[in-house]
């Protein structure tokens, strides 16, 4: 593990083996390893089912209960040549997105895009951070859609649902809130048998969220834009809560951006990092991280320079890394 360096996106860098990156989720959820990691005492090596005898009641959980929705759509040019769009966002106009496009550079403003020689999505103008506008046929996601997986996962995923959380319930996400995905109903039942409350808000996960910092200096980073929204009772429990428990950083960005703006429903280019102030946020359940990301960065100003400890722990105790990989429980250091 590197230092940190004042501010520099290599110091977010880390030794993240090919091995270590887990291509399958664990059966049964709840099963996934969880390195325990409080504030000033030892780390401890748990189980997520054991998640309600870690937390007090009196505490509240917030999950983030968006949907993964079929985004990837995979098409061809009438001259026959294979496009992949992944649909990331819709605007306001019907039937319009913003998506990725591949290969973009072969794909003209203007052309259509088939399924068996239906026409289904036209390409349009070129956007900023490599993203297209298109306009899609209801049908296409329909005819074509597949749920997108991270590309650092290379094996198909048997039963799609294994990327969806088990209290998913509103389409918009082209990616899981991943933290999420080692709940059980078993475990959220458990919690609530000992006095630790379940909240829901929605954030819809884009791609920008997981992509890694390209910019030397952290705070030269540009976050995209999230929608979110939390209902006036979740926040009422939430400000009354002893303390907060985050299920993943969509729920950290969600919350603090609520706190900060006063706005239940908005969109949000939070970009939390060392020496942000914390206003709701005190415990934070989430994954191993890839090296350079925005993640990674919301963990070091979440305890400091020991993260480099609990991962370079986590990685020689063989831990398995990312969206399928195991948990870590976090205490805030200034909580």
Known sequence: MTEHRG???????????????????????DAARLLVAPKGAASSHRRVAELPDLLRSGDLLVVNDTKVFAA??????????????????????????????????????????????????????VLDGGRRSVEVAVEAVEAAGEIPLPPYIDEPLGDPDRYQTVF????????????????????????????????????????????????????DHQMHGEAYAVEPDTWAAIEGAERVVAVGTTVVRTLESVAASGRLADRTELFIRRGFDWQVVDVLLTNFHVPRSSLLVLVDAFVGDRWRDIYTEALDDGYRFLSFGDAMLLERDSA
Do not use: C
Request: proline fraction near 8%; charged fraction near 25%.
């Open 168 to 219: 998913a319930r509103r389409d918009g996400s082209v990616a899981a809130p991943t933290a999420g995905l080692h709940l059980t109903d078993e475990v959220l039942t458990a919690l609530g048998d000992r006095g630790i409350g379940v909240a829901r808000i929605e954030l819809r996960v884009g791609l920008g969220t997981f992509r890694p910092i390209t910019v030397d200096r952290i705070a």
């Open 72 to 125: 990837r759509l995979n098409l061809r040019k009438p001259t026959g040549g294979a496009v992949e769009v992944l649909l990331l966002e819709q605007s306001a106009v019907p039937g319009r997105w913003e998506a990725l496009v591949r290969p973009g550079k072969r794909v003209a403003p203007g052309t259509t895009l088939e399924l068996d020689g239906r026409p289904l999505v036209t390409v349009g103008e």
């Open 7 to 29: 501010g520099m996106t290599d110091a977010f860098d880390y030794e993240l083996p090919s091995t270590a990156i887990a291509q399958t989720p664990i059966e049964p959820r």
